[in-house]
């Protein structure tokens, strides 16, 4: 293998202008195909699909959850409620009138002529809007003394100031029929807690209103998200100065959430890179004494980077932007090829004894590492088998491409300051396996893990990874003291792709959690049942209205409001419009009807493409009310309950059991391939059990410091298992190298291996500084199975080579003689 790579050295010496050629041809092709590729944002990507959650994850996709940007407008100590109602119209005029691009509407806000219209539609339709309950009442309000005391209450509120406003809803319904439909419409907001006066959503204490922003699709793209969110905090800012002491506002919804994590991710990276690249940049140029170090380094990795993402491209329409986020992480790896190759040049070894040393642990290592990524193939996740392409194929891109390019570009002839000792050297002649006190930490620590190892638990909370900022933390409690923001939100949501027979079937959902509400079995649901019926219902609606209002009612509410009437002034004929309404023949309304009004916000509720319809009903519950909720409706093959937490956390559940086969998965590849190249079992064991103690020492300590796995750490730990494995290999070859030459050439292969620990640290372990939960569970998680890896490496993987080859050699030696 290493004359092989000779040979190819070789032959590009001589004719090193062609191959220039052709390697910048390459990378331009590679970089337009990369420069075309298309991204899939989708997170849900990374959650595995199977055919036991196939049903959930297509009404996922589908079902609209609302997420929306609530603003909540408060009064201060100075202000009234005029000033809290100036704010409010402020802040809507300002979303109507300059943010259109990134809202679909804003609701809170009703005018005028939107409250008429939709009095009018429940006055028009009114035989739809009444319960059982609104006929008992307006059974007590038909007799004679009930009509007088009503009719009385008319007159005074027609000459009232709001006589004008009244006037026309009176005169057509002096019952006040229309206003117990409306009632239907707190089914589908808040609670009873808020009213509606001056065109707002106001609390009962007239101290806060609230707001409601539903963004298009414009701010799921990262950045239009944070230029909306950046304006809406100038907005608010603005607003706060000039109303100062009197009113304030505070913002929460997704979109901030996503926004906050977005800008602290880029902070922390921004940050713990430069410091990164700042200490790699010292480092290199003080162990190499060579500036161009830097580049040479890196080449390697860019390659086989790019290599990774043409040939996806070709594998696939779009790529998970996710796995090569996560992948980019793992690029680490590739980078300890060219630290190999590089250390072995400045110890002036020749280029045909590097080639010797290097060439098989180098591809050894890629290929073990390349096929153990590639066992996330078995994992029905897009992502993370993407992730594997990518990762398998940069780890093999990068290692050949460094065994070619690096040898031709770093001028081993004026390596004039190879010879400089360095703290790494003489880290690197120091023999770790030697140190009494060093072998005693690791066995008392291997000890302690053998009581802890299975202390490690897997956080399944997706919330605990999220960035929150004080104003958003700030906003979420004063939301909650308002609308139980806290309490636990569950989505019936029934599906299908009729419209009928979905609407059936959430008459019976409906009807199921009235039932509830009134046993106190939940605290509260909004339901677009409550306006919105299947047309076998609504039948049934109308056919109630025809029996209820009888010709004896008929006659008797009209004779008892001209008696009242003409005692107070009015005309017989006054009411005729609402002696029509109850002669009236109502027709059964669809969904384009109700889609007609601008104020009810039926896309909430109800989403439908060409291939499935879904209709939402979001229900309040305590936690020791779900499975009460969750038995109730899951027995329709056609309904499901979605427990948005429950499920991130069931489904991330199952993406760490394939995780732990994974593993499993990864080990017999490695051990196959180490057999394979070695044709040797006690040489496989040599390197095998020191991945093993890597992986069983870094559990040990995380249960010991209580460190917890969650959805991003466990995935990094592929990258821990894929440094294991390279140590592993180098260490064994180069104790091979020393034995077999009697060289002492094993703290050449520790000095790489030590750039390597050093370079990942810097690179993956400043992440401790950040900020965001989510990195900084990473780093923490690195450092611990990196310094592991290298610790078993040079300190037990010696004496397993001794205790398995040397003493065999030895036994055998002394036999013969």
Same mark, same amino acid.
């Given at each position: 293998m290493g004359n092989l790579f000779w040979r190819i050295h070789r032959c590009v010496e001589h004719k090193r202008i062609n191959y220039l050629i052709i390697v910048i041809a390459l990378f331009s092709v590679l970089v337009w195909i990369a420069s075309n590729i298309k991204f899939d944002e989708d997170i849900s990507k990374l959650i595995p699909s199977n055919s036991n959650n196939e049903k959930l994850q297509t009404v996922l996709k589908h079902v609209n959850f609302?997420?929306?940007?609530?603003?909540?407008?408060?009064?201060?100590?100075?202000?009234?409620?005029?000033?809290?109602?100036?704010?409010?119209?402020?802040i809507t005029d300002s979303l109507s009138n300059n943010y259109k691009d990134f809202i679909n509407d804003v609701k809170g806000n009703i005018e005028d002529e939107d409250a008429l219209e939709m009095i009018d539609f429940v006055y028009s339709n009114l035989a739809l809007f009444l319960s059982e309950d609104d006929y008992k009442i307006i059974d007590s309000k038909i007799n004679k003394d009930s009509i007088k005391a009503i009719t009385i209450a008319n007159y005074n509120t027609l000459i009232s100031p709001s006589g004008f406003i009244a006037k026309?809803?009176?005169?057509k319904d002096p019952l006040g029929m229309s206003f117990m439909g409306l009632k239907q419409l707190n089914k589908l907001g808040l609670s009873d807690d808020f009213k509606l006066k001056d065109g707002f959503l106001v609390h009962k204490n007239e101290k806060n209103i609230l707001l409601f922003i539903n963004p298009n699709d414009n701010i799921e793209d990262t950045d239009k998200n944070q230029f909306f969110v950046s304006d809406l905090y100038r907005l608010q800012k603005d607003l706060n100065e000039k109303y100062n002491t009197k009113v304030?506002?505070?913002?929460?919804?997704?979109?901030?959430?996503?926004?906050?994590n977005a800008r602290q991710i880029k902070t922390d990276i921004q940050y713990t890179v430069s410091i990164a690249l700042t200490s790699l940049l010292l480092l290199f140029i003080f162990f190499y004494r060579k500036v161009m170090v830097l580049l040479i380094l890196f080449v390697p990795t860019i390659f086989g980077a790019l290599l990774a993402i043409a040939i996806l491209s070709l594998l696939r329409s779009d790529i998970s932007a996710i796995s090569l986020g996560i992948g980019a992480v793992l690029l680490g790896v590739t980078l300890d090829y060219s630290l190999h190759i590089l250390t072995h040049i400045r110890n002036q070894e020749t280029l045909e004894s590097l080639y010797k040393n290097i060439s098989k642990p180098i591809l050894m290592s890629s290929l073990t590492t390349a096929l153990a990524f590639l066992c996330l193939l078995f994992i029905q996740s897009q992502a993370l088998q993407d992730l594997g392409i990518?990762?398998?194929?940069?780890?093999?891109g990068a290692s050949i491409f460094a065994l070619i390019f690096i040898p031709q570009v770093y001028n081993v002839k004026n390596n004039t300051y190879s010879t400089k000792v360095t703290l790494i050297d003489k880290l690197a002649n120091y023999n770790f396996n030697k140190s009494k006190v060093l072998i005693a930490i690791l066995l008392i620590l291997l000890t302690i893990s053998l009581f802890t190892f299975n202390k490690v638990v897997f956080n399944k909370d997706l919330s605990k990874l999220n960035y929150s900022s004080p104003e958003l933390k700030i906003a979420e409690i004063e939301l909650d003291s308002l609308i139980n923001l806290s309490s636990k939100s569950l989505y019936v949501v029934t599906f299908g792709d009729s419209m009928e027979t979905l609407l059936q079937s959430n008459d019976l959902i409906y009807n199921k959690l009235l039932k509830f509400k009134e046993d106190s079995s939940i605290l509260d649901f909004n339901s677009i049942g409550a306006l919105l019926r299947s047309e076998k219902t609504q039948n049934e609606q109308i056919k109630y209205w025809e029996n209820f209002w009888n010709i004896e009612k008929k006659i008797l509410v009209k004779n008892n409001l001209i008696e009242s009437g003409t005692t107070m002034g009015f005309k017989p004929n006054t009411f005729n419009n609402f002696y029509n309404l109850l002669d009236k023949k109502f027709n059964s309304l669809n969904i384009n009807d109700y889609k007609a009004l601008n104020s009810l916000p039926i896309d909430d509720f109800i989403t439908s493409n060409e291939n499935l319809i879904t209709i939402s009903t979001v229900v309040k519950v305590d936690n020791d009310q779900i499975a009460m909720v969750n038995e109730a409706f899951n027995t329709d093959k056609n309904t499901v309950v979605i427990d948005r937490q429950r499920i991130n956390?069931? *489904? &991330?559940?199952?993406?760490?059991?394939? $995780?732990?086969?994974?593993?499993?998965?990864?080990?017999?590849?490695?051990?196959? *391939? &180490?057999?394979?190249?070695?044709?040797? $079992?006690k040489l496989t064991l040599v390197t095998i059990l020191p991945i093993l103690a890597t992986w069983f020492l870094t559990l040990g300590l995380m249960g010991l410091f209580k460190l917890e796995f969650n959805i991003f750490s466990i995935i990094i730990s592929t990258f821990i298992?894929?440094?294991?494995?390279?140590?592993?290999?180098?260490m064994t070859n180069g104790i091979q190298r020393q034995t077999e030459n009697s060289l002492i050439s094993l703290a050449t292969f520790r000095t790489s291996v030590i750039l390597s620990v050093i370079t990942t640290i810097l690179g993956v372990g400043v992440l401790l500084f950040a900020k965001h939960p989510a990195l900084h569970s990473l780093a923490l998680i690195s450092v611990i199975g990196i310094i592991s890896a290298m610790l078993i490496s040079f300190t037990i993987q010696p004496f397993l080579y001794k205790f398995f080859i040397t003493n065999s050699i030895k036994k055998m030696t002394n036999g013969e003689n």
């Open positions: 609302a997420d929306k940007i609530i603003i909540n407008i408060s009064l201060e100590k100075d202000g009234n409620f005029e000033d809290l109602v100036d704010y409010a119209s402020a026309n809803i009176i005169v304030k506002s505070s913002y929460y919804g997704g979109s901030l959430i996503a926004e906050a990518f990762a398998a194929i940069s780890v093999l956390e069931d *489904l &991330l559940g199952n993406l760490k059991n394939d $995780f732990n086969s994974l593993i499993l998965y990864c080990l017999a590849v490695v051990f196959a *391939l &180490l057999l394979l190249f070695y044709r040797n $079992f298992f894929g440094l294991g494995v390279d140590y592993s290999i180098f």
